[in-house]
């Protein structure tokens, strides 16, 4: 192996992980979406049992109140009383509080 291929291969690296970088700093997100995902599942025991759960592993911008959150999007399906009830919930991706939970019509 030549040296200069050694050399132009560290620079794509070091380029990539730069650019790795600097995009998740963009991101502000302190906590992965499963976390999220877990932490939301957590809460929810109260209501029932857990039958499936999803999250959109993107953060989306989200706005209430004149703020401007970034957010996890998902779903949480659960029996309560025997039925089969599913939620829609955001979380916020920086804390992970639960900024919104609707309950989907039947």
Sequence with gaps: MSWKRFIVGVGI???AAWFTKD???KTECNISPERALK????KMKDFGSIDG?????IAEDFRQDGLTYQVYRG???CTIDGQLHAFEFLVDATS???LKLKKQDD
């Excluded at 932490?39 to 957590?42: G, L």
């Excluded at 759960?53 to 592993?57: A, F, N, T, Y």
């Design 13 to 15: 690296g070091v380029a």
């Design 23 to 25: 995009q998740m700093d």
């Design 39 to 42: 932490m939301v599942k957590r």
């Design 53 to 57: 759960s999803w999250i959109h592993m």
């Design 75 to 77: 779903g949480v399906s």
């Design 96 to 98: 992970g509080s639960v």
